[in-house]
């Protein structure tokens, strides 16, 4: 599976952007999509997941209310929302493909970064 990534840019605080990621290759439905982010300094950390069979969602706790997590199944697409954004969530966003019990600790594709940056 190749991850194709796009959007993202420069934006200020309190703004919104969006990310989208199309897989090519087979997304099982046993799968789940979802995004992670790096910013300097830190670890690569989950952001959001979608189960590709159910269509449900996990955020980590930082971005709940903020975020939307969605996918477009016909065209192996994910998309992700990004409403009220604050500085800290400056980072390198990387689309992936995992286990849709726990795409954390269970990623088998990765897409390229994508920068987002929030200035203050």
């Known amino acids: 599976v190749q991850l194709q990534a796009s959007g993202g840019g420069l934006v200020q605080a309190g703004g919104s952007l969006g990310l989208s990621c199309r897989a090519f290759g087979q997304i099982f439905r046993s799968y789940a999509m979802g995004w992670f982010r790096q910013s300097p300094g830190k670890e690569r950390e989950f952001v959001a997941a979608v189960s590709w069979s159910t269509g449900s969602t996990d955020y980590t706790d930082s971005v709940k209310g903020r975020f939307t997590i969605s996918k477009d199944s016909t065209q192996n697409t994910v998309y992700l929302r990004m409403n009220n954004l604050k500085p800290e969530d400056t980072a390198l966003y990387y689309c992936?493909?995992?286990?849709?019990?726990?795409?954390?600790?269970?990623?088998?594709?990765w897409g390229p970064g994508t920068l987002v940056t929030v200035s203050s």
């Open positions: 992936a493909v995992g286990d849709r019990e726990n795409i954390r600790t269970r990623t088998f594709y």
